[in-house]
């Protein structure tokens, strides 16, 4: 039952962030420190399994393994909703460079005609 607290307040914290601060330097660091943690979690879970299952065990999870799984969903979502925004800003700059080139590039018409 914990767990699923954790996870649902992860997915909506790191929803809420990306939504709010996506594309700003404090959003990039915390992306940085996120990846970061969760790779030294990788490391101490390979190395030290018994510790593993006993943070599962204390969360409500059965096992060390199972834990590592809903993380990677979590992390998984993220990376997803990263890319999404990324996208959506590059689309962004994409239009705003095709209208400035047009607007430059445009020519008036002739009233011979």
């Given at each position: ?72 969903i ?7 909703i990263?890319t ?30």
């Amino acid at each position: 039952m914990l767990i699923q607290i954790l996870l649902i307040a992860a997915t909506l914290l790191l929803l809420l962030l990306f939504l709010r601060h996506h594309g700003k330097s404090k959003t990039a660091a915390g992306v940085k420190l996120g990846f970061a943690v969760f790779m030294i979690f990788g490391v101490l879970a390979v190395l030290l399994p018994n510790e593993v299952s006993k943070i599962a065990n204390f969360l409500g999870v059965g096992r060390g393994t199972d834990l590592l799984l809903y993380g990677m969903i979590v992390a998984f979502g993220f990376a997803t909703i990263n890319t999404f925004l990324r996208f959506k800003e590059l689309e962004l700059r994409y239009a705003k460079l095709v209208r400035a080139v047009a607007l430059q590039n445009a020519t008036v018409p002739d009233d011979d005609h």
